[in-house]
């Protein structure tokens, strides 16, 4: 099967506050970040508001909501606080996504088989106000199935194990994030993946013919460092256009 819708990419410019935090003032400004990106190709902005506040903060968020003029995606945990903000903000999207004060970056898909009542919840409120929600889940087919039955209309497949792997385990974990967005396709989900992505892990993934939608943020940040934010996306860009186009052929 061949890809037959075009393949978006979201650019994540957390990393843009990360840096910015660690010295407390206004700069680098991740709001002017995302013009950058939008300019040299970004299809959308994704910008997580987590409950620490640890990178975006929500002055950055409110920015965003009111500045872009290309869909604007916030991830977030599915807390009261959370879905509050996002109500009010009303961005284009809600990636819901766990959160657990320790960990360093979001470290796993969402639990939604044992999910509590809240995530039911939110997807619901947040679809009711317009929101399109995703759930940042594994690549596992029960898991699909349970996002379904939430009424979540996007599932985002968590490619960090597939990026983190060398070898014959990447090949596997690759084979399962394949499976996974042919079964989302298959009961109706809008399919999008990320994390941990790079200039070498992105052409297999691009290549999924039911995928809509890439979310890549930390490797983008860190590449501008060497040769610039527009010079880093122009060159996912390409690199998922070919693999596109390779898979098309
Ligand atoms: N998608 C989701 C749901 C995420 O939580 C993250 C990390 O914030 C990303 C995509 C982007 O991951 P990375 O920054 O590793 O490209």
Redesign the pocket.
């Known amino acids: 099967m061949s890809p037959s819708h075009p393949l978006r990419l979201?650019v994540?410019i957390?990393?843009v506050a990360t840096v910015r935090n660690a010295r407390g003032g206004a700069l680098p400004d991740p709001v002017r970040a995302a013009h950058l990106a939008i300019a040299a190709g970004a299809d959308g902005i994704?910008a997580?508001l987590r409950e620490d506040r640890r990178h975006i903060r929500d002055d950055d968020m409110e920015r965003l909501a009111r500045e872009l003029t290309v869909p604007l995606n916030m991830?977030m945990a599915a807390t009261p606080e959370m879905v509050a903000i996002a109500l009010r903000l009303r961005p284009h999207a809600c990636?819901l996504?766990p959160e657990k004060r320790e960990e360093r970056?979001?470290e796993g898909g969402l639990n939604v088989v044992a999910a509590g009542p809240f995530l039911a919840e939110a997807v619901a409120a947040l679809g009711r106000g317009g929101v399109r929600v995703?759930l940042?889940v594994e690549p596992d087919p029960k898991v699909l199935d349970a996002a379904k039955a939430l009424g979540a209309p996007v599932v985002?497949l968590?490619?960090?194990a597939y990026?983190e792997a060398t070898g014959a385990a990447r090949a596997a974990e690759l084979a399962r994030i394949v499976a996974a967005a042919a079964h989302a396709e298959a009961i109706g989900l809008e399919c999008?993946?990320?994390?941990?992505?790079?200039f070498e892990t992105v052409g297999a993934v691009a290549a999924i013919p039911a995928m809509r939608e890439?979310?890549?943020?930390?490797?983008?940040?860190g590449e501008a460092i060497f040769i610039g934010l527009e010079a880093a996306i122009g060159g996912m860009r390409a690199r998922m256009d070919a693999a596109r186009a390779g898979a098309a052929a």
Do not use: P, Q, R, Y
Request: proline share 0%.
């Open positions: 979201g994540n957390d990393h994704t997580h991830e990636c996504v970056t979001t995703s940042f985002e968590h490619t960090g990026c999008h993946a990320g994390h941990g992505l790079d890439l979310n890549i943020g930390h490797f983008l940040v």
